[in-house]
């Protein structure tokens, strides 16, 4: 297999050997942390943490209080506009991004030149594991907006030598174009956004996959991570798809190599635990944790992703010896629909409709009618017998989970459409409740 590493001699070493290296980037980290920053200064103290060198053992930073995402809004609210988990003076931080918001009030985070420099590096590990080169050019399908998005991406295909292309302020059909007339090889968007960049093409005449486009890359969304999805994918852009994970608050922590056998956590840079969400003791499968090791001026320690995930530390195929991920990122712990007493997660619902080539985008509403959970599946549908089709469906999903749900045909185009993170389903049982 072709060697797609960025630091080989990291990315293959020992289990022991990169404990070590990972413990003593984070005691390097805890320096100025323990000296500067009031946050974890508060925090860490409480849990006896006073020196970077009382952290003796990765079994001892397991025994430090996890951090959470409404933990740091409160912290921000408190004390706008950033918050206490700052390292350094404000003159020290050169850039500033938001999360996404769909899991409450957005987080400002703050990036010195260091740390910036760390997210690219972080991302030309992504990029070398799907096997991008100098010879590649980087089509950016995002609108670079305060959501940190594929910012890091960009600047990570600096690193590697190959030639990016912005695609902000343009319609999807002047996306299009451009990865046509650039003779785009890299397509770096969400999955969502890549399937409408396909239909678009179609609508508009152009064979896209009969381009030049040899690799797609995606994050945002556990799209990639679905083999129906996945498929469907390679299938409109006659190319190779990749799943990649990151958070803004945490940063681009997972990417898939060529065995695509799970997604890979970059362990050079950051520690990861799986917990069991409720009594927070590790585990297979659960939530996702991970401490990063290079972004000092804003981290985070023990930072519970909400991630659903399952690990697994067998060897890979690529000859890495990061522990990996199976199917990716499955969802949101909290994403769970409990219709009529069984789990529907959303990734489950999407790798059934995806199987059918004749559906374009889909919604989902989960009500309640007289007592009784209700689960509507709305489908666009390109065939002659829409019902034939919306019943095939309502019959896949019923043998896939159990649930008997109303699969209801649309006219092609009327559901919306997402350049960002979807937001397909919606609980009207919730007051308010946002679509996921």
């Not at 030309?124 to 980087?138: E, H, N, S």
């Not at 600047?155 to 650039?182: E, K, Y």
């Not at 950051?270 to 996702?288: K, M, N, S, Y």
């Amino acid at each position: 297999m072709e060697e797609t590493y960025l630091d080989p001699f990291l990315e293959t070493l020992g289990r022991q050997a990169l404990e070590q290296i990972q413990l003593k980037k984070l005691q390097l980290m805890l320096k100025p942390i323990l000296r500067g920053n009031a946050f974890y200064q508060n925090k860490l103290g409480q849990a006896g943490l006073a020196r970077p060198e009382d952290l003796r053992s990765l079994s001892d930073l397991y025994r430090l209080p996890f951090t959470t995402k409404s933990e740091l809004s409160a912290d921000q609210a408190a004390q706008p506009p950033y918050g206490s988990n700052l390292t350094f003076p404000r003159e020290a931080y050169i850039r500033i991004h938001n999360t996404s918001g769909t899991t409450g009030d957005p987080l400002r985070c703050l990036d010195t030149p260091k740390s910036w420099d760390w997210w690219a590096r972080c991302w030309a590990t992504v990029y070398r594991a799907a096997g991008v080169t100098p010879r590649d050019r980087i089509f950016f399908a995002f609108s670079f907006g305060p959501f940190i998005g594929f910012w890091a991406a960009y600047d990570g295909a600096r690193l590697i030598g190959s030639l990016a292309i912005p695609g902000g302020g343009m319609s999807s059909f002047q996306r299009i174009r451009a990865i046509v007339t650039n003779e785009i090889t890299v397509l770096v968007c969400t999955p969502t956004y890549a399937l409408h960049l396909a239909e678009v093409a179609e609508q508009e005449g152009v064979d896209i996959s009969q381009s030049s486009v040899q690799t797609t890359i995606h994050a945002g969304e556990p799209g990639a991570g679905i083999p129906s999805t996945r498929q469907r994918i390679e299938t409109a852009w006659g190319a190779r798809c990749f799943d990649h994970a990151g958070a803004t608050e945490v940063g681009a922590w997972g990417f898939e190599c060529q065995a695509q056998a799970g997604l890979h956590v970059n362990e050079g840079e950051f520690i990861v635990e799986v917990i069991d969400p409720v009594t927070g003791t590790h585990a297979h499968a659960g939530e996702l944790v991970l401490t990063n090791l290079g972004r000092t001026g804003m981290p985070v320690i023990r930072y519970r992703t909400g991630d659903r995930v399952a690990l697994s530390t067998t060897d890979c195929e690529c000859g890495r010896t990061y522990w990996r991920l199976d199917g990716g990122v499955a969802g949101r712990v909290d994403d769970v629909l409990i219709v009529r007493g069984i789990n529907v997660f959303p990734s489950a619902v999407e790798n059934v409709v995806r199987r059918f080539t004749e559906v374009g985008e889909f919604a989902v509403d989960v009500d309640r009618q007289s007592q009784l959970d209700t689960m509507e599946v709305r489908i666009e549908v390109r065939a002659a017998a829409p019902e034939a089709v919306a019943a095939a469906v309502a019959k896949e999903i019923r043998e896939a989970l159990g649930l008997r749900v109303s699969v209801q045909p649309v006219p092609f185009g009327v559901l919306p459409r997402f350049d960002l993170k979807s937001r397909r389903f919606t609980d009207h049982r919730k007051a308010g409740s946002p679509a996921q």
